[in-house]
């Protein structure tokens, strides 16, 4: 039997990954010890791997499909399908960023203030070809990690990192000159894979289901009885997806109101509703909104 080979993000990803797939309906259980979680689903088997090379393996059909950021994909320039993009609200608010950065102190406003210094990163290939199409000649230097220190202790003259808010980058000392991309994460497919009709719609429920579950984060429901002579009035202070569900209940005297919304304006919007007579209102969680 056919199984799609699918990748999961290690690293910072890979709690959020696990969450958004419970909620879109797979239940994935990793082992401490090996790389292979469990899947309640008997068409796709898992493997854990680095977003760094996540978009590699599924390049060479390693993997059939995966998740991985926009960054690891240009930066291995990987011939794959982008099915679609995943806002991770979880895990941040914002896009990574990816920023030129160098010594407050320092000369350097612009990136072409750098021709023949050296810059570290971790993100080598597309900070060369970025540099490539400005003309700019300068060395590019891997870095694993605490890339902040390697400028202000002199090893490179500025670097290329990954931020948010840049509010680390400035406790180091350094200015931000130039944002360079910004990053999500991104269900990725094998082009192969994409071509067969079972692999290719195995990988568009999973991207469906993904997206509803990201959507539901920001939704809530909200049921409540209204008596028949408020309905107008209190449907009319409902901003919804569509309009309201209204239905009549036992007593014919009451409705019951049911709609979906943004969770941020339940706070503002309870108060308007009892003054316009809703009572019994409930709010509930939602997994998914398709």
């Known amino acids: 039997m056919s199984k799609l080979k ?15 797939f419970a909620h879109a309906g797979w239940h994935i259980n990793v082992h401490s010890r090996n790389y292979f979680p469990d899947i309640d689903d008997d068409d796709i088997d898992c493997s854990i791997c680095r977003a760094q090379e996540m978009a590699r ?7 059939d499909a995966g998740i991985t950021g926009l960054d690891w994909i240009m930066e291995n320039e990987s011939d794959v399908v982008t099915v679609t993009e995943l806002i991770y609200s979880k895990v941040s608010k914002r896009p990574a960023r990816w920023v030129l950065a160098v010594p407050a102190d320092s000369p350097y406003r612009s990136p072409k ?18 540099f490539k199409n400005l003309g700019v000649d300068v060395q590019v230097e891997f870095s694993w990690g605490a890339t902040e220190a390697k400028v202000v202790s002199g090893l490179c003259d500025a670097i290329v990192e990954v931020t948010e808010t840049g509010s680390t980058i400035k ?42 579950a990201l959507r539901a984060h920001r939704l ?30 036992y007593d014919k005297n009451w409705c019951a109101v049911e709609t979906v919304i943004e969770g ?13 007579g809703a009572q019994g209102i409930v709010e509930y969680a939602l997994n998914k909104v398709i």
Request: include cysteine; proline fraction near 5%.
């Open 6 to 20: 699918l990748g999961i993000p290690k690293g910072s990803l890979e709690n959020a990954t696990i969450e958004l």
């Open 57 to 63: 393996y599924v390049e060479n059909g390693t993997i």
């Open 113 to 130: 203030d750098l021709h023949g210094k050296k810059i570290a990163t971790e993100l080598v290939n597309f900070t060369r070809r970025y």
């Open 171 to 212: 406790a180091h000392g350094l200015l931000i000159i130039e944002d360079l991309m910004q990053s999500t994460p991104r269900l990725i497919c094998n082009k192969n894979a994409w071509d067969d009709p079972w692999k290719r719609k195995k990988v568009e429920q999973i991207a469906m289901l993904l997206k509803g």
């Open 220 to 249: 809530v429901g909200l049921k409540m009885n209204v008596l028949v002579n408020n309905v107008e009035a209190v449907v009319g202070a409902l901003p919804s997806l569509n309009a309201p569900t209204v239905s009549s209940l």
């Open 264 to 276: 941020s304006a339940v706070r503002d919007l309870i108060p308007k509703l009892i003054e316009n």
